[in-house]
């Protein structure tokens, strides 16, 4: 059941667009000296900021990136994965800067934050820790959250939206852990209906010959749970994790906080489907930086019924997308507040008497 706090963020989440407001924001931005139109998707994507934060050229001054961490029992060598060994190996390098998306975010300005909402053992040094489980359990064998983990994770990821709101501008959130992609495999089959062959997430993969394998478990998994996954958020502690959960939390308190967020990667579009199911204007705030040729990504964007801004076939995770994205629109936003200075005042003279 979700928790009365959840519950209560959801009834209030209103919707952050509005006709009025989309018209006198593409108004403003025809005004802008450069020709309509001309800078695509990116201009799409800085009003959609634009809105959210309720402001004609808001600043992104200050960005900030949120990684969630948890381990998956599901992640094993059988399944395409390298286990809790590579989740430890990931998030070592993600704090020493030496990820795609962490070094690009240092070099940006874009402040890191890696969250442990899952992971086993000693803690990493720069990490923040608030974890609800020490990793999620096999989702072939049995539920891999309990609710009470579950809940705690969405009131952990909601909790630190808030705090974000008050942080940041605008921010990103990703997922750092083996075996995530399989567990949100299994939830958006449940969601969407369709077959394993079709929502089995492959970007990860580091055997061809695990394919079938993690096909296999994904399909099981939900034969398994099909009489309790009977809602988004129960296929969600059915399948896990922590990280994703958290995820959807944020989305949800993000929202509710009028905070601009890019979900990242595979594991961020199924976090927003949830989302959505337990506040549908909660998409409002929600934009998509990217999206890899994987085929489970796709069907979560098109259920999703949004494109992303890139497209450019990357599978590099953990805010990769999110950071290049986040650091685009910031661009497109102050070079229009530099044209915007530009334009000259309207004229106080009078016209001459007859």
């Not at 993969?205 to 939900?222: C, M, Y």
């Amino acid at each position: 059941m979700i928790s009365p706090r959840i519950r209560e963020l959801a009834d209030s989440i209103q919707p952050l667009f509005s006709d009025q407001a989309a018209q006198d924001l593409n108004q403003f931005w025809a005004s802008i000296p450069t020709a309509p139109g001309s800078l695509g998707r990116l201009e799409d994507f800085a009003k959609h900021v634009a809105m959210v934060r309720g402001e004609t050229l808001p600043s992104l001054a200050r960005q900030g990136l949120y990684v969630f961490a948890a381990e998956h029992a599901i992640a094993v060598p059988a399944l395409g994965t390298d286990g809790a060994a590579a989740t430890r190996r990931d998030t070592s390098f993600f704090l020493r800067g030496l990820t795609p998306a962490s070094y690009s975010a240092r070099a940006w300005g874009i402040e890191r934050l890696l969250i442990d909402v899952g992971l086993s053992g000693d803690s990493e040094q720069g990490s923040y820790v608030y974890r609800v489980c020490e990793g999620a359990l096999d989702f072939t064998v049995g539920a891999a959250l309990t609710e009470d983990q579950l809940n705690s994770a969405l009131e952990l990821g909601a909790s630190l939206a808030e705090d974000a709101a008050r942080r940041f501008d605008c921010v990103a959130v990703a997922q750092l852990g083996s075996g995530s992609t399989i567990a949100a495999s299994a939830v958006l089959g449940t969601l969407t209906g369709r077959p394993a062959l079709e929502i089995t997430s492959l970007d990860d993969i580091t055997s061809q010959d695990a394919i079938p394998e993690r096909r296999n478990a994904v399909q099981q998994g939900i034969a398994r749970h099909q009489l309790d996954a009977i809602s988004p958020l129960a296929a969600l502690r059915c399948f896990g994790g922590a990280d994703l959960a958290a995820m959807t939390g944020f989305l949800l308190g993000a929202a509710n906080s009028h905070l601009p967020v890019f979900a990242d990667g595979f594991c961020g579009a199924v976090a927003s489907l949830v989302a959505r199911s337990v506040a549908p204007d909660c998409l409002d705030a929600v934009l998509f930086p990217g999206c890899s040729g994987d085929s489970a990504w796709s069907v979560a964007l098109e259920t999703l019924a949004v494109t992303p801004l890139l497209q450019l076939e990357v599978t590099e995770s953990a805010g990769f997308h999110a950071v290049l994205a986040l650091h685009l629109v910031s661009e497109v936003l102050d070079n229009a507040r530099l044209l915007a200075a530009e334009i000259p005042a309207p004229s106080e003279e009078q016209p001459p008497s007859a």
